[in-house]
């Protein structure tokens, strides 16, 4: 059976993080293995409180997993200090793990950071050369970048810097443009564009259930491309039967 580990934060409600990465895998008719990078106090509502795991207990689970199990493929989420960035790039080396899909995740839906100082800069340097895909949305595009991003210009240009990066494809999502969804794909020589009607309504872990629809993809021995449509299908099907079972955002259905 083909196998996908999550790194990423723990989210109470199921909708973002590594729960809702579990949940996406095991739909994808992939077995998922989980390290929590970080601890939060969240609902539907916001993100209320943050808890660091000590980076020897974080280093720890990871090596005992793979020491154990190698996943086919794997995707990395809210990684809240640079220490813990850098430990995951190591683990990452040391086992020669592939098929690396990075969320770099900044904010969460209600606008709260998720990350310390410096975090971004170190998954630049440490991740995106690992990574086979990235998938910023035109938030965190704009950040990682520095760039403000307001068309498709834009967003073809700013896909060019990140790839420069050092990762094999750069993916952004466009679930925050202000009309339509508009996500694209480019992998050095050509792009994909996939365009429709945004849907009206808040929504948690667009961007988590994306990422992890992609790295079950490539554990799968999809290409990227098809992964991409993949994941681009499952989201949209996800929202559309998303469900309100608190009083904030919606929770996908899936």
Known sequence: MKTALTIAGSDPTGGAGLQADLKTFK????????????????????????????????????????????????????????????????????????NLVVDPVTVS?????????????????????????ITPNIY??????????????????????????????????GGHMEEEVEDMLFDGNDYLHIGSAKIEG????????FASVIAAGLALEHDVRESFIRAREFVGNAIKAAVPLGAGMKLLNY
Not at 114 to 122: F, K, S, T, W
């Open 109 to 133: 839906s209600t606008g709260v950071m998720l990350v310390r100082e410096g975090v971004l800069d170190a998954v630049k340097k440490f991740l995106f050369p690992l990574a086979r895909v």
């Open 27 to 98: 739909a994808m008719g992939v077995y998922g293995l989980s390290v929590p990078s970080v601890l939060t106090a969240q609902n539907t509502e916001g993100v209320y409180s943050i808890r660091e795991i000590p980076a020897d207990f974080f280093a720890t689970q990871l090596d005992t997993l793979l020491k154990d199990i190698r996943p086919d493929a794997l995707k990395t989420g809210m990684l809240y200090s640079p220490e813990i960035v850098e430990i995951t790039a190591d683990k990452i080396r040391n086992y020669s793990l592939r």
């Open 202 to 209: 808040e929504f948690h872990g667009t961007g988590c259930v």
């Open 140 to 173: 965190e595009a704009s950040v990682l970048t520095g760039m403000d991003i307001k068309d498709e210009k834009d967003i073809r240009d700013a896909m060019v810097k990140l790839r420069d990066f050092g990762s094999e494809t750069v993916i952004i999502t």
